[in-house]
């Protein structure tokens, strides 16, 4: 079969991180943030994590909408932690979202890539990630203040501690391939959307 | 219409610029108490919105007729989960329109928002405008539905080329 050529060049680690285990390593407690995850991996591992629970708002369609209505809910709750997760394909669909956050820069928003540099969902295709593009230096670029990249373990406690810091941080967590934790899950949106609200707002 | 979306509770204002949209984005960015959000494409403010509500908060989307078409896909995060999402659409591809670029999606604006399950209205004269605007607050946010208001080029003035 024929081949993507790597970006020439780049020289990253290979990343060696198990998402079903690193994801749960990082995000300790996903109970106590209003959590909007991407399709596809970020929105089934979020959902099992929390047993498909009322905070979290899991896309399951309307790939690149993740960050930005991750902006739109830390924006209108300022005063209640916000994590925006989503896959590399999704966050490089809408990547001027990452300049919108920037410069909106909500202090109770934290952006986590799970970067398993591939499409997991369609067939484990290669992203740009997986040949080269960095979405950290991106992140940078945008000028989100604080970046961290997690490559093995050793850098997963530097990630906890931003979590749990005020203020706007992108980390970017790189996986290998393989599947997410998966549960069933409601794939009804518009249930989600009235379970969130009622859970949050009482209405 | 600043002062009557900022009185209904409106908080986010965010858009793509337009001429036609001027006055609003400036009274905006004047406004300490709103959130001015200026987007790269017209598709992450309905997403935008979309979070907004999941908060419990309001919002407006100022765009081109041109940016419609960048929130096709986007639109079914609105449909599907039953989001209100209002929308002002500065029309261009109409009355009187110099630029051949604009005509493919001026023509084709209030049938793909129509398509993905966006109500239309349209103002072409200025004494429609702030009832239009009431009548879509309410459809918006008494109703839940997802309402574009289009301005058309009759009452914004055709730009010269
Ligand atoms: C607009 C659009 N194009 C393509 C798809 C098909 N699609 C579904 S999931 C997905 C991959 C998502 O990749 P990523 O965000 O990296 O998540 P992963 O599957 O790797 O967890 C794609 C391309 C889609 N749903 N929407």
């Known amino acids: 079969m024929a081949q993507l050529k790597r970006i020439a060049g780049v020289n990253q680690p290979a990343a060696t ?11 300790e407690r996903p109970q106590d943030w209003l959590v909007v995850a991407g399709l596809a991996g970020t929105a089934q591992e979020l959902c099992a994590m929390t047993d498909d629970g009322p905070n979290v708002f899991g896309l399951g369609g309307a790939m690149g909408a993740g960050p930005s209505m991750a902006l739109g809910l830390a924006l209108a709750q300022p005063n209640r932690r916000v994590l925006g997760i989503t896959g590399d394909g999704e966050l490089l669909m809408n990547i001027g979202a990452l300049g919108t956050i920037a410069l909106a820069a909500p202090a109770n928003l934290k952006l986590v890539c799970v970067d398993n540099g591939h499409y997991g969902e369609t067939g484990n295709q290669d992203s740009q990630t997986g040949l080269g593009v960095q979405l950290d230096r991106i992140a940078a670029g945008f000028g989100i203040a604080v970046v961290h990249t997690i490559n093995t373990m050793a850098d997963m406690a530097e990630g906890r501690r931003i979590l749990a810091a005020p203020g706007l941080a992108f980390i970017l967590l790189r996986v290998k391939e393989g599947p997410a934790m998966k549960k069933p899950r409601s794939l009804r949106p518009h249930v989600v959307r009235d379970r969130f609200r009622a ?3 009482g209405r | 219409m600043y002062d009557y979306l900022r009185a209904e509770g409106v908080t986010q204002i965010a858009y793509v610029p337009d001429a036609g949209h001027k006055v609003m984005i400036d009274r905006s960015l004047a406004d300490a108490d709103a959130h ?35 929130c096709i896909n986007m639109l079914s995060l609105t449909a599907g989960s039953r989001f209100p999402l209002l929308c002002i659409v500065s029309m261009r591809g109409d009355f009187g329109e110099g ?11 209030q049938a793909v928002l129509e398509a993905m399950g966006v109500v239309v209205l349209r103002c072409d004269a200025p004494e429609d405008v702030m009832p239009t605007i009431r009548a879509a607050c309410s459809m918006v946010w008494g109703s839940g539905e997802a309402v574009a208001v289009l301005l058309g080029q009759r009452l914004l003035g055709a730009k010269k080329f």
């Open chain 1, 17 to 27: 991180l198990d998402r079903r285990e690193a994801v749960p390593a990082l995000i």
């Open chain 1, 199 to 201: 859970a949050l707002l």
């Open chain 2, 36 to 70: 001015s959000i200026p987007l790269t494409t017209e598709e992450e403010g309905v997403a935008l919105l979309a979070g907004a509500d999941l908060g419990g908060a309001k919002g407006v989307l100022l765009m081109q007729s041109s940016g419609v078409g960048n």
């Open chain 2, 99 to 109: 630029n051949p670029w604009q005509f493919p999606m001026g023509r084709a604006t």
